[in-house]
């Protein structure tokens, strides 16, 4: 059974969203109430997973350049799946397996995770990307955004009926979602527009992949937008590692649920995400109608004041004297978030060659993993030392960086289009 391409899109980012909230809706609780973990530990945790997509991030988007976008995003499914089946597993390993601790089983899983992560990163925007032409390309990250928010409302009230049976369930659920999609994308899934480079004769498999990370090595260093790309990546990856690790801690061991609200720990958490995604729903759909993504001048401009926005609601949650305060703060860099990504990924998208997509897009998310594995251990530094209101603010400055370049970048963009025009 072959869909069109953009349908398939649609269904790969609908179940993994779907996947993704079922577990990490209500992770910290698995973590921080069932395993003990403090703010440290939960950096460390993030830092061993980006660390291995430091590591693998490289190779997995040549493979899939040099050989094929589509057996590098089934491969990475199945091994996605064993990644998070393994944390669900880890209460009954710790208990037949005593010599190795919660904590080592978990950073186990990252590792495994993180392999999972490289062989799609970047193979599956460049799949999509070739498969219906650049011309669609921010109203289709639109739409994908908005199916995940679909699938994300599905996924939180799945995490928290299971989170309440027990912890560990959602991460079982999850790793089962993913290897299902992968055995679908098996029979599914096709590779129309993606043509191998001829292989020269004698060659070796090692030869032909360098040759490839060479050529995007050179596209990068060519075109100084894409260097400024690396700069924002680096950023933001710094301080959404911070900031996705800690603030649920942040609300439980800072501030606090309200006492008389009737409402479990886990209610809590859904309701939040609950709240969150349908305003970024309706964010995403108002952007649709009036962001042109096309247009790069747009795109950056739409960067810039995201950017902006996304500081202070981070700046604002990390202040938040109460409850009240923290939920709007959160609720806003929820949907704040939900817009930057697809225009992110436009931005991107719109400046790398074909031929070298997914090799020039994993050595972004190589570039993110750089700045999530030494921002984050020095953010939960902070954290443990000081305070993770301190750790917040940390993460809230890291972003200010990007003001800079989209600042930089847009004069230059607009007096290229200037002199095109004329």
Not at 198 to 225: C, F
Not at 341 to 351: A, E, I, K, R
Request: charged letters at 15%.
């Amino acid at each position: 059974m072959l869909l069109h391409a953009s349908r398939l899109y649609m269904i790969i980012r609908f179940l993994t969203a779907l996947a993704n909230s079922t577990m990490f809706t209500t992770y910290a609780i698995f973590y921080i109430e069932e395993l003990g973990f403090h703010p440290l530990q939960l950096l460390l945790v993030g830092m061993v997973l980006e660390g291995t997509v430091l590591i693998f991030e490289g190779i997995t988007g040549v493979v899939a350049d040099t050989y094929s976008r589509r057996v590098s995003i089934i491969s990475g499914m199945f091994v996605l799946g064993i990644g998070f089946l393994l944390q669900g597993a880890t209460p009954l390993l710790e208990a037949s397996i005593p010599l190795l601790t919660a904590f080592v089983w978990i950073l186990l899983a990252q590792v495994i995770c993180g392999i999972g992560y490289t062989l799609i990163s970047g193979a599956d925007q460049a799949w999509i990307v070739d498969e219906v032409g650049s011309d669609k390309l921010g109203n289709l990250f639109m739409q994908a955004q908005r199916h995940s928010l679909l699938a994300t409302l599905l996924g939180i009230a799945l995490s928290v009926v299971l989170s309440s049976l027990a912890a560990h369930l959602p991460y079982l659920i999850g790793g089962l979602l993913h290897v299902g999609l992968g055995f679908f994308l098996l029979v599914s899934m096709k590779e129309t527009r993606f043509a191998r480079a001829k292989r020269i004769a004698g060659s070796s498999h090692w030869k032909e992949m360098k040759a490839t990370w060479l050529a995007g090595i050179r596209v990068i260093r060519i075109q100084p937008v894409l260097l400024l790309l690396l700069i924002v990546t680096v950023c933001s990856g710094a301080a959404s590692e911070g900031y996705d690790r800690l603030w649920e801690a942040h609300l439980i061991m800072e501030i606090g649920f309200p006492p008389d609200g009737g409402l479990s720990m886990p209610m809590w958490f859904g309701l939040i995400a609950a709240i969150s995604t349908l305003i970024s729903l309706f964010s995403v759909k108002w952007a649709e109608k009036r962001f042109d993504l096309q247009n790069e001048r747009v795109v950056i401009r739409a960067m810039f004041t995201l950017t902006a926005l996304q500081i202070a609601a981070v700046g604002s949650f990390a202040l938040a004297p109460t409850f009240g305060w923290a939920l709007v703060s959160v609720l806003a860099a929820g949907a704040i978030r939900s817009l930057v990504q697809p225009v992110y990924d436009t931005w991107l998208n719109l400046n790398v060659d074909s031929k070298v997509r997914a090799t020039v897009l994993s050595m972004m998310s190589q570039t993110d993993a750089l700045g999530q594995t030494a921002g984050g251990p020095f953010v939960g530094w902070v954290g443990s030392r000081v305070s993770i209101r301190a750790s917040l603010l940390l993460a809230a400055a890291l972003l200010s960086p990007i003001l800079h370049v989209c600042m930089r970048v847009r004069p230059k963009r607009e007096a290229s289009d200037r002199r095109q025009i004329t």
